[in-house]
């Protein structure tokens, strides 16, 4: 399974970035989707996670309301809309599945989760 993370870049806070995970699976539809992000000497943070019926979303507080996470299963991708970016969104944003078919997943523990994109750098500026 790879996993390609693309959409991350600079932007200035308030402002919006979409973030998008090409994943590379036979069968998507079997794997929740997760994203986390991390900063330089500090542990995975959870950000959001989708099942694979894109129902029951799952975010962490801090991104409550200004995040959304989706994905389209036709094209084997998820999907992260930011919105409403602070400084402290600053991080490298990482791609995850985790192999579950059930309908709500809301596991928020990085060690759970199977398979890691390589990251993409998303930088908020004040």
């Known amino acids: 399974v790879q996993l390609v993370e693309s959409g991350g870049g600079l932007v200035q806070a308030g402002g919006s970035l979409r973030l998008s995970c090409a994943v590379s699976?036979?069968?998507?539809?079997?794997?929740?989707t997760g994203w986390f992000r991390q900063a330089p000497g500090k542990e995975r943070e959870f950000v959001a996670v989708?099942?694979?019926?894109?129902?029951?979303?799952y975010y962490a507080d801090s991104v409550k309301g200004r995040f959304a996470i989706s994905r389209d299963n036709a094209k084997n991708t998820a999907y992260l809309q930011m919105d409403s970016l602070k400084p402290e969104d600053t991080d490298v944003y990482y791609c995850?599945?985790?192999?579950?078919?059930?309908?709500?997943?809301?596991?928020?523990?990085?060690?759970?989760?199977?398979?890691w994109g390589q990251g993409t750098q998303v930088t908020v500026s004040s």
């Open positions: 989708i099942s694979w019926s894109g129902t029951r979303p």
């Open positions: 995850s599945l985790k192999y579950y078919s059930g309908d709500y997943y809301y596991e928020a523990n990085s060690d759970e989760y199977d398979d």
């Open positions: 699976a036979l069968s998507f539809e079997n794997y929740a």
